[in-house]
């Protein structure tokens, strides 16, 4: 019983640590309507943009060629539409600065695309 609980344990620590993975705040944008994730996808990018225009993944900057290398990488093998990208962007940043990121999904023929924002 004792080890049926510490594996419980650690199976509740592991999911929150992936779910909460050292996340940068950012100011989420509202919208009146959205659409909850119904399905789960094995494999997701979370692109996160800060208000000073900084591209964070897994809690690292990175640059726009490095994000483009993994879409391309993703985007070629056979379980593409398997993979989504998430942009979590700041609601003070600019589309100019969210379009690369787009234009990459589709050059890597990447469909699924979310957006994370907050209701109103």
């Known amino acids: ?64 060629k490095d994000i483009e290398a993994v879409l391309s990488r993703r985007g070629s093998s056979t379980q593409a539409d398997q993979f989504e990208v998430r942009i979590r962007g700041d609601k003070r940043v600019p589309y100019r600065i969210v379009e690369p990121i787009m234009l990459s999904c589709a050059r890597a023929g990447i469909t699924r695309v979310g957006y994370a924002v907050l209701s109103e």
Do not use: C, W, Y
């Open 1 to 64: 019983i004792d080890i049926v609980f510490l594996l419980v344990i650690f199976f509740l620590i592991a999911s929150h640590v992936a779910r909460s993975e050292s996340q940068e705040p950012v100011a989420l944008p509202t919208a009146t309507q959205k659409q909850d994730d119904v399905e789960s996808l094995p494999d997701r990018l979370v692109v996160t943009i800060t208000a000073d225009h900084r591209l964070h993944v897994a809690g690292q900057v990175v640059k726009l």
